[in-house]
C-alpha cells in the first residue's frame, strides 16, 4: 500500500500557547486552534507527524532526528520566565531512515542524528507537546537549513514524499513557523500583545486568505516576496511554503481552514488546517523550473572549475560518506526526468544514467515524437534522434570531464529493432566505428518520453 | 578573541567530552595554549563572556543562578560535541552589569531558569580559555539587533552594553577576564569531511574572506580599534563575519578601543571560517597613554 499525507498545517513556534495560554486572550485562541488542529489529526487516520521547524537552523545539509525517544526539558532562549518545557516522544524512525535515503538518492546533504540530549527546537517541542501531548502519534523532525533556497527545499519536500509513500502510512505534515517574525524588541505585558505593525498584519491577512482558498502553491510562488515583506533577515527566504508546496504536488488542489491567527510578541502566529481536495482554485503559471534531484547550487564558493558539473556528496546513515562517487549533472544535457543524477563516478570509471534523443532546454525531439499524447503511434526520424542521442551522451560525459574517445560499453534500447536498426547502426558507426566500444542492442516496449532511443553508457576519464 | 568551535574541544579531548579525536586544528589549539599560558600569570577573579550562540531578540540577558550543570550537545555538530559542563556563575557581578545596562536605558533581563542550558559557544571558549572550570563566569546573550535592524544599530547596542560592563566591574572592584566569543570570516563549507579532524579538508572557504580576516588582525597588532568599529559594517556583511552578534564590538567598547598592539596568538580556519585567538594584556592597558571613556 502507498503511504499518503492526509493532512497539512502551519502552526506558531513560540511557547506562549503552550505555557501560559490564559494570560493573553489570543495566546488562549491558538491554544485552543492547536487542540482542535490535533482532534483533526486523529480523524484523519495519520500515524505519524512530520515536523518541518523554522526554529531548527542547520549548515551542513539537512539533519533528521533518529533519536527513538528524546527525552529533555527545553527552555527558550529568550522567555525562559514563562517556564520550562519538559518532552519525551517517540521518533518514527523507519519513517526518518527512509526520508534520510531518499535526500541522498535526490542528491541531498543529510544524516540522521541520535545523541541523547541532542537540542530539540522550540517549534518542534511546542507542536508536539500540544498536538501529540500522549505520544499517541509518532513523529518525524527534520532540521531548515540556513543556506537552502527554493530548489534545494523543494527537493527535500519531494524527497519527504518518496519517504512517506514507501513507509505505507498516513502522514500529517507540520510547518511549525511564523507568519511575520517581527517581534517587539522591549519586554511587553502579555495584555498589550498586538502584531508589531499593520503592515506586518494586511500580510498576514492576505497569506490567510489565500491558505483559506486552498491556494498553497500560489503562497510558496510568493515566498521571496513575503519574506522581503515581513520577514527579519535571519535566514535566507521564507522557505516553509515551498516544503509545504512539495508535500502537497505543488497545487492549490486543497481545502483551507484558519483555525487562529494571534499576535505573539508582536510576531504572527496561526494555526491553519489544509487537506487534499480535487475542487479547490486552479493553478496558475509559474516560470520556474520544477527540480527533481538537487545539483548543489550552494556550492557556489567552491570548486570554481566545476562550472558545468555539480557534484554531490552525502553522508550515508552509518556515517560513512560516499564521497568517492561523487553525482555529476550536466547543465548542457536534457534534464533527468527522474530522481537520477546524469552520471555518477566510480573509481576511474564513468557510469552514465540512459541518455535519450531529447534537445537539451526545449526537451524537443528532433524528427518528432513516436508517439502523441493518446499514445497513437507517429513517424518519426530514427537518424535525427540517434544523433541527438549520442550528442547528448557527449554533452554529460564531457562536463565530467571524459569524452567520445573514451567510452568502453554502449547499451542501446530501440523502440522497434525491425524498423529502426539499420539506419541506426549507420549513424552510430559514424560515431563509434573507429572507437570500438563493445555494445548491447536491445528492443524494448517503450521509453518514458515519447523517443525512440536511449543509451546507456560506461566510460572511463 | 576567545572563538568557540566545537571542534577544538573534540580536538582537544577533554574528559567531559564524549566524542573522541585523532588530532585536528592544532594551529587554533596552540594558539589556546599560549593564551592560557600568559593567563597562567595574571590575577583574575572572573571570566565575562558574550556569546553569539545564545541568541536573544528581546533585549540583552544575563544568567541569574550561581550554578548550572548539565549537558550541552551541539546542534549543528552533534558528532563531535557532547560535553557535560559544570558552571558557577558570579551573579553579583551579572546583576551589577544588568543594573548599569538597565540604568543606560536598555532592555535587560536575567535568566533564572534553572533547567536552562547554557550555550555550546559559552562552553567552548570557556573550556578552551580556563579548563580548571575554577573561575565563576558571567554569561551575556548575543542580542540580535542585527537581524531586526543594521549593523550600526547592533554596534551602537553592543558599545552601550560594553561601556556598562566595565563600569560595573570597576564598581565591583573585581578584576575580570572579558572573552569575546566569536570567529571572525564566517563562511562554512556545507558538508564535513568524513574524518571531521581530516586537515586536508581544512582550509578558508574563499580568498576574500581570508584578505578581511588578515586586515582586521593587522589593525587589532597595530591598535586601530577605533578603525575597526568605523569599519565594522563593511567586514561584517562582507565577510559574513560572525562580529553581527556584537561580542566583538562589545569588547572593544568595555575595554575602551585598545590603542596598544593585541597579541595574535594564531590563526586558522574551522570549516571554512576564520578563527584568530587574541588578547589584549591587563598590563599593557596600564601603561598605555589613557583615552578619556567617551559615552
Known amino acids: 500500500m502507498t503511504g499518503e499525507i492526509v493532512l497539512s498545517a502551519i502552526v506558531p513556534v513560540h511557547p506562549h500557547p503552550l505555557l501560559v495560554p490564559e494570560k493573553n486572550e489570543g495566546w488562549g485562541h491558538l491554544r485552543q486552534a492547536f487542540t482542535t488542529l490535533r482532534q483533526r489529526i486523529i480523524d484523519s487516520g495519520a500515524e505519524t507527524i512530520i515536523i518541518y521547524s523554522t526554529t531548527w537552523p542547520n549548515i551542513i545539509g539537512h539533519q533528521l532526528l533518529a533519536d527513538p525517544n528524546p527525552k529533555w526539558t527545553l527552555v527558550d532562549a529568550d522567555f525562559h520566565d514563562l517556564g520550562s518545557m519538559p518532552y519525551d516522544f517517540h521518533v518514527d524512525t523507519n519513517l526518518t531512515n527512509a526520508w534520510h535515503n531518499a535526500n541522498e538518492r535526490r542528491g541531498l546533504s543529510s544524516r540522521t542524528v541520535n545523541y541523547h540530549g541532542f537540542p530539540v527546537d522550540v517549534g518542534s517541542v511546542v507542536s508536539v507537546s500540544l498536538l501529540n501531548p500522549d505520544n499517541r502519534f509518532k513523529v518525524a523532525v527534520v532540521s531548515s537549513n540556513i543556506y537552502a533556497n527554493r530548489s534545494e527545499t523543494l527537493v527535500l519536500s519531494k524527497a519527504c514524499l518518496d519517504a512517506v509513500k514507501e513507509s505505507g502510512g498516513k502522514v500529517a505534515v507540520i510547518c511549525a513557523m511564523s507568519l511575520s517574525n517581527r517581534m517587539f524588541t522591549e519586554l511587553i505585558e502579555p495584555s498589550e500583545d498586538r502584531i508589531h505593525s499593520l503592515k506586518d498584519d494586511e500580510w498576514n491577512q492576505k497569506i490567510l486568505e489565500l491558505l483559506e482558498k486552498g491556494r498553497l502553491e500560489d503562497i510558496a510562488q510568493l515566498s521571496r516576496q513575503i519574506h522581503s515583506q515581513i520577514r527579519v533577515q535571519k535566514v535566507v527566504s521564507f522557505k516553509p511554503m515551498w516544503f509545504l508546496s512539495g508535500v502537497n504536488g505543488q497545487t492549490n488542489n486543497l481545502k483551507g481552514e484558519v483555525l487562529a491567527y494571534e499576535a505573539l510578541h508582536g510576531a504572527g502566529g496561526a494555526v491553519v488546517l489544509l487537506t487534499p481536495t480535487e475542487n479547490s482554485a486552479g493553478d496558475k503559471e509559474y516560470d520556474e523550473d520544477d527540480v527533481e534531484v538537487f545539483s548543489g547550487d550552494r556550492s557556489v564558493l567552491e570548486g570554481i572549475e566545476e562550472k558545468e558539473v555539480a557534484t554531490s556528496t552525502a553522508t550515508s546513515n552509518d556515517g560513512n560518506s560516499d564521497i568517492d562517487t561523487p553525482a555529476i549533472n550536466s547543465q548542457s544535457a536534457p534534464k533527468p526526468v527522474g530522481a537520477y543524477p546524469h552520471a555518477r563516478k566510480v573509481g576511474e570509471l564513468l557510469y552514465l544514467s540512459g541518455v535519450g534523443s531529447r534537445t537539451p532546454n526545449t526537451d524537443e525531439i528532433p524528427g518528432g515524437p513516436c508517439r502523441d499524447e493518446n499514445g497513437t503511434s507517429l513517424e518519426y526520424d530514427i537518424a535525427a534522434q540517434t544523433r541527438m542521442c549520442i550528442e547528448n551522451v557527449k554533452r554529460v560525459l564531457e562536463s565530467a570531464g571524459s569524452s567520445l574517445e573514451k567510452v568502453q560499453d554502449i547499451t542501446v534500447f530501440l523502440i522497434d529493432m525491425e524498423r529502426d536498426f539499420a539506419i541506426y547502426n549507420q549513424v552510430y558507426s559514424e560515431y563509434f566505428a573507429d572507437i570500438g566500444p563493445t555494445r548491447t542492442t536491445l528492443a524494448i516496449n517503450a521509453l518514458p518520453t515519447p523517443i525512440a532511443i536511449e543509451m546507456k553508457v560506461i566510460a572511463s576519464f | ?295
Open chain 2, 1 to 295: 578573541m576567545a572563538p568557540h568551535p566545537p571542534h577544538l574541544v573534540y580536538a582537544d579531548n577533554p574528559v567531559q567530552n564524549e566524542p573522541k579525536s585523532e588530532c585536528g586544528w592544532e594551529s587554533l589549539r596552540w594558539a589556546y595554549e599560549r593564551m592560557r599560558a600568559n593567563l597562567d600569570e595574571a590575577d583574575y577573579d572572573v571570566i565575562v563572556i558574550l556569546s553569539p550562540h545564545w541568541q536573544t531578540y528581546v533585549g540583552t540577558h544575563f544568567l541569574g543562578l550561581p550554578n548550572f550543570k548539565s549537558k550541552s550537545v551541539d546542534p549543528i555538530f552533534p558528532n563531535l560535541f557532547r560535553f557535560d559542563y559544570d558552571i558557577d556563575v558570579d551573579v553579583e557581578l551579572s546583576r551589577m552589569i544588568h543594573d548599569e545596562a538597565q540604568a543606560d536605558g536598555m532592555v535587560v533581563k536575567m535568566m533564572e531558569n534553572p533547567d536552562f542550558r547554557v550555550d555550546y559557544g559559552t562552553i567552548v571558549s570557556c573550556h578552551l580559555t580556563r579548563p580548571q572550570w575554577d573561575k565563576p563566569v558571567v554569561c551575556i546573550s548575543s542580542n540580535r539587533a542585527n537581524a531586526y535592524y543594521s549593523v550600526e544599530v547592533m554596534q551602537e547596542m553592543a558599545a552601550q552594553l560594553g561601556r556598562a560592563t566595565a563600569r560595573a566591574i570597576e564598581k565591583s572592584g573585581k578584576r575580570a577576564l572579558l572573552l569575546a566569543s566569536n570567529s571572525l570570516s564566517h563562511r562554512h563549507f556545507i558538508t564535513e569531511p568524513e574524518i571531521p579532524e581530516d586537515m586536508s579538508a581544512e582550509h578558508i572557504t574563499s580568498h576574500h574572506l581570508y584578505l578581511w580576516d588578515m586586515k582586521l588582525i593587522e589593525m587589532m597588532k597595530q591598535g586601530k580599534t577605533k578603525e575597526i568599529f568605523d569599519i565594522m559594517p563593511e567586514f561584517t556583511e562582507q565577510a559574513v563575519s560572525e562580529s553581527d552578534g556584537g561580542a566583538f564590538s562589545w569588547i572593544l567598547s568595555a575595554l575602551n578601543f585598545p590603542t596598544y598592539p593585541a597579541i595574535v596568538h594564531g590563526y586558522g580556519t574551522i570549516i571554512g571560517t576564520g578563527n584568530a585567538v587574541v588578547e589584549w594584556p591587563a598590563e599593557a592597558a596600564e601603561n598605555a597613554e589613557v583615552t578619556p571613556r567617551g559615552e
